[in-house]
């Protein structure tokens, strides 16, 4: 198939794609913002008469102490908790599993996850296919579902996938990793808190993966196709705050000003994506987690500069009102200077984060293959401001494996 007739195909999938963001609703969760915000969901927990939750959440933030003090606050208000710690980074359609059995053996009438994206994806599947009997890898795809999921709450500990807010869920297979995408707007929670003290003891790694995240989640919905004046509304929001707050709580985690700033950048990142999508950072990060395991904050900041630079003159004049937006280019700025200054910016911000983006090992036999996954994602489901060909993607695996 030529590169034409492949780019009219995907044209032609993502016409359905933008009438069904257009039609399908995008509920909001109700938010709890600042310190002690987590303990206050479990109040909203109560009101609604749940008896018996399940805590989604992994090994490491029970260890840290993070889960007590919301286990102890569920239990002063009579509400029995069963904890699930099995999650893992991209959670498998096993791991969800696990956590579903381990729901339906407590009689969990709701659930609640404490976490980064993975617990609160895992999370986000384990309720929705609770109520639709259907396994997880069944709700694969977009509005598989037919009924409501089990109320559903959420305590983000990190601030990048805006996980939160969104109407997806990644969930990858086994054997391939490969990243499946349940996308419906039952799968949003009824309520998250986003609270500084609970984000204060990321380090600093993860601090900057998970706030490039949300820029990159900012970023794609601004230069989406589909993009509105609600989605610029808020990815322009997210863009500022990270830019502005991110070198804070990479410096300082204890700063809860800049740690609840960048809880709602990436709040607001994810209210964006929801109407105005993704595109081809992610589609290609996808492929460097699943070959080579790379964290998924890093692979998109690995990936979003390289994006930046091909997008450049396609979107010159957007990326322009975006500089001017956050404050980097003067009104008067021509619209190739300013596009240049916002791509500065965000190259010298992964710097100031020390971003690692050294993959060890990867191998060229493995881009034919991690190129076709990458089509497969984008083409017909994100509204690229640009198409690429196999050729452009296989040039930027070569200057990542380069380093």
């Known amino acids: 198939m030529s590169r034409f007739s492949t780019i009219l195909k995907a044209k032609a999938k993502l016409a359905a794609v933008r009438v069904a963001v257009t039609v399908i ?144 869920a990644v969930v990858s297979d086994d054997q391939t990793h490969q990243k499946g995408l349940v996308i419906d707007p039952r799968v949003v929670p009824l309520a998250t808190a986003i609270d500084p003290v609970v984000m204060q003891g990321m380090p600093k790694a993860v601090t900057a993966d998970t706030g490039i995240d949300a820029l990159t989640h900012a970023l794609e919905s601004w230069m989406s196709e589909i993009a509105t004046d609600d989605t610029d509304y808020f990815a322009s929001a997210a863009v500022r705050m990270v830019l502005t707050h991110l070198p804070v709580a990479f410096n300082d985690g204890k700063n809860l000003d800049a740690r609840v700033a960048m809880g709602l950048a990436a709040h607001y990142g994810g209210m964006a994506l929801n109407k105005a999508g993704l595109g081809y950072v992610h589609a290609i990060a996808h492929q460097l987690g699943a070959h080579y395991g790379v964290p998924h904050g890093r692979s998109n900041a690995i990936v979003l500069p390289y994006i930046l630079e091909f997008n450049r003159d396609a979107c010159s004049e957007r990326l322009a009102e975006l500089a001017r937006k956050v404050g980097i280019a003067t009104p008067d700025t021509s619209d190739r200077i300013a596009a240049d200054q916002l791509i500065t910016q965000v190259k010298q911000l992964l710097k100031d984060v020390n971003i690692n983006t050294r993959i060890p090992d990867m191998n060229p036999a493995d881009f034919p293959a991690m190129v076709v996954s990458a089509f497969a994602e984008a083409h017909g489901t994100y509204a690229v401001a640009r198409y690429m060909d196999p050729k452009d993607v296989t040039n930027i695996l070569h200057e990542i494996a380069r380093g």
């Not at 509920?27 to 303990?39: D, Q, T």
């Not at 606050?73 to 959670?91: H, M």
């Open 25 to 168: 609703p995008a509920p909001r969760p109700i938010v709890l913002l600042g310190e002690g915000a987590a303990l206050n969901l479990c109040n909203t927990v109560s009101h609604i008469g749940v008896k018996r939750v399940l805590i989604v959440t992994d090994a490491i933030l029970v260890k840290l102490g993070v889960v007590e003090p919301v286990l102890n606050k569920l239990a002063a208000l009579g509400i029995e908790t069963v904890v699930f710690s099995g999650v893992t980074p991209d959670p498998t359609i096993t791991v969800v599993n696990e956590g579903l059995a381990m729901l339906r053996m407590g009689h969990c009438d709701a659930v609640l996850a404490v976490g980064g994206g993975s617990s609160i994806d895992a999370a986000k599947v384990i309720a929705l296919s609770a109520t639709n009997n259907k396994t997880p890898r069944e709700l694969i795809g977009i509005l598989k579902g037919r009924k409501p999921s089990l109320p559903l709450f959420v305590i983000p500990t990190t601030a990048g996938t805006g996980s939160e807010v969104t109407i997806g």
